[in-house]
């Protein structure tokens, strides 16, 4: 496994924009073909934290020490600008690698031809390492064939779940205190004439609110934009974005996020496009933004997150929790069919299938479509939902 690691030129970014993407998109214009063939495959150390696998780790093989990252320091007015919401607290076991969240990283995997431009940006999903991102970039770079431009990703779940519950327990209160002054004046006076009633009917609401805030889809789209996104991660690959669109006029772009990462990439286009939008206007944005090419794999986001001209290929597994809840495979979310509820729980709620779309134990359909995307980056959106895999 070999480490090339090379300075990279960024360029600057205007002010975050608000995450508003729900309108419907747009046909973009098709882009410029681009090819390259898949390297010999490599073997990949398996992803383990704390004994256990755990969400947004790629299973893989055994591999030879990587040699010792250096660290690009991107440019522009948003580096640094904000905190990652989800980052790990000192206790998390990922607490030792937050110092390198949204550095950026060129890998390439051997046999892979460190030559071939533009490089595909890659970014990992939520509790993994640097190792593990590491080893999901070389994963890429193998089946690409081509050298990978890494953002790396230090999230923690539960801290992500924590900046949720506590936005949607903010929400669900505020709901129950509006709830109570609505009542009738009769009905407030009896119930005011105790606190501890009081206190009791807006807690009882708070608690059914939340219950009910579990199955909105609204959840999810406030933690994919607000929990999920990683600011730093984003304004990293957002300057990388940038920086292709520029320096490689007549190739496509193109962008893996796996997992959280599909949040984080949707977060960096939106940034490409209002700098664009900006500095060029809309039609020339849309006609840059037409040449980059998404792939999500697992995402916690699907096409209506990403701007319209944006060309993005969702991949998941039937079953695979994350896309279910966030992403492209929405709609098989809560389903009323038992025997489907009964596969899901049997498949461990959709996170084993959240974990086998590359490596050793991947499936080889998904390194077969990804492939055929490097050579065939067609224009428009495509939902790829796939059997679940279970070799």
């Given at each position: 496994?070999t480490?090339?690691?090379?300075?990279?030129?960024?360029?600057s970014l205007?002010?975050?924009?608000?995450?508003?993407?729900?309108?419907?998109?747009?046909t973009?214009?098709?882009?410029?073909?681009?090819?390259?063939?898949?390297?010999n495959?490599?073997?990949?150390?398996?992803?383990?934290?704390a004994?256990?696998?755990?969400?947004?780790?790629?299973?893989?093989a055994?591999?030879?020490?990587?040699?010792?990252?250096?660290?690009?320091f991107?440019t522009?007015?948003?580096?640094?600008?904000?905190?990652?919401p989800?980052a790990?607290?000192?206790v998390?076991?990922l607490?030792?690698?937050s110092?390198?969240?949204g550095?950026?990283?060129r890998?390439?995997?051997?046999?892979?031809?460190?030559?071939?431009?533009?490089?595909?940006?890659?970014?990992?999903?939520?509790?993994?390492?640097?190792?593990g991102?590491?080893?999901l970039?070389q994963e890429?770079?193998?089946?690409t064939?081509?050298p990978v431009?890494m953002?790396?990703?230090n999230?923690d779940?539960?801290?992500?779940a924590g900046?949720?519950l506590?936005?949607?327990?903010?929400q669900?209160?505020?709901?129950?205190?509006a709830?109570y002054?609505?009542?009738p004046?009769p009905a407030r006076l009896?119930?005011?004439?105790?606190?501890?009633?009081r206190?009791?009917?807006i807690?009882?609401?708070t608690?059914?609110?939340?219950?009910e805030?579990?199955?909105n889809?609204?959840t999810?789209?406030?933690?994919?934009?607000?929990a999920?996104q990683?600011?730093?991660a984003?304004q990293?690959?957002?300057n990388?974005?940038?920086?292709?669109?520029?320096?490689?006029p007549n190739?496509p772009?193109?962008?893996?996020?796996?997992s959280?990462?599909a949040?984080?990439?949707?977060?960096?286009?939106?940034?490409?496009?209002?700098?664009l939008?900006?500095?060029?206007?809309?039609?020339?944005?849309?006609?840059?933004?037409?040449?980059?090419?998404?792939?999500?794999?697992?995402?916690?986001?699907?096409?209506?997150?990403?701007?319209?001209?944006v060309?993005?290929t969702s991949?998941?597994?039937?079953?695979?929790?994350?896309?279910?809840?966030?992403?492209?495979?929405r709609?098989?979310?809560?389903?009323?069919?038992?025997?489907?509820?009964?596969?899901?729980v049997?498949?461990?709620?959709?996170?084993?299938q959240?974990l086998?779309?590359?490596?050793a134990?991947?499936?080889p359909?998904?390194?077969?479509?990804?492939?055929?995307w490097?050579?065939n980056p067609?224009?428009?959106?495509?939902?790829m939902?796939?059997?679940?895999?279970?070799g």
């Open positions: 496994m480490n090339r690691i090379q300075p990279q030129a960024t360029r205007a002010r975050a924009i608000p995450s508003t993407t729900n309108s419907p998109r747009a973009p214009a098709p882009p410029a073909s681009g090819a390259s063939a898949p390297a495959a490599v073997r990949l150390s398996e992803l383990q934290m004994g256990t696998l755990r969400k947004g780790q790629i299973l893989a055994a591999a030879p020490p990587a040699a010792a990252p250096t660290r690009l991107p522009g007015p948003l580096t640094g600008a904000r905190a990652n989800a790990p607290p000192r998390s076991p607490a030792a690698d110092r390198l969240n550095a950026a990283f890998v390439t995997s051997p046999g892979a031809d460190p030559n071939a431009a533009p490089p595909v940006i890659v970014v990992n999903g939520i509790a993994t390492p640097f190792s991102a590491t080893s970039a890429v770079s193998r089946v064939g081509r431009e953002v790396y990703n999230s779940p539960a801290a992500a900046v949720t506590a936005h949607q327990a903010r669900a209160r505020a709901r129950a205190e709830d002054n609505s009542l004046l009896a119930i005011g004439l105790n606190p501890v009633n206190e009791a009917f807690l009882g609401r608690t059914r609110y939340l219950a805030a579990t199955v889809p609204s999810a789209d406030w933690t994919k934009r607000n999920l990683n600011p730093p984003a990293t690959q957002a990388m974005i940038l920086a292709q669109l520029e320096s490689y190739s772009v193109r962008v893996v996020g796996y959280q990462g949040a984080i990439s949707a977060e960096a286009l939106r940034l490409v496009e209002r700098h939008t900006q500095q060029r206007g809309q039609a020339a944005a849309n006609q840059m933004l037409a040449r980059v090419h998404v792939m999500t794999l697992g995402g916690a986001a699907n096409a209506n997150d990403f701007p319209a001209a060309n993005v991949i998941a597994h039937q079953t695979d929790i994350v896309s279910q809840y966030f992403g492209a495979n709609e098989a979310f809560g389903r009323g069919n038992v025997g489907d509820f009964v596969n899901f049997r498949e461990g709620f959709g996170v084993r959240h086998n779309y590359l490596g134990n991947g499936n359909d998904v390194a077969r479509r990804m492939q055929d490097m050579r067609a224009p428009g959106d495509r939902n939902i796939l059997p679940d895999f279970r």
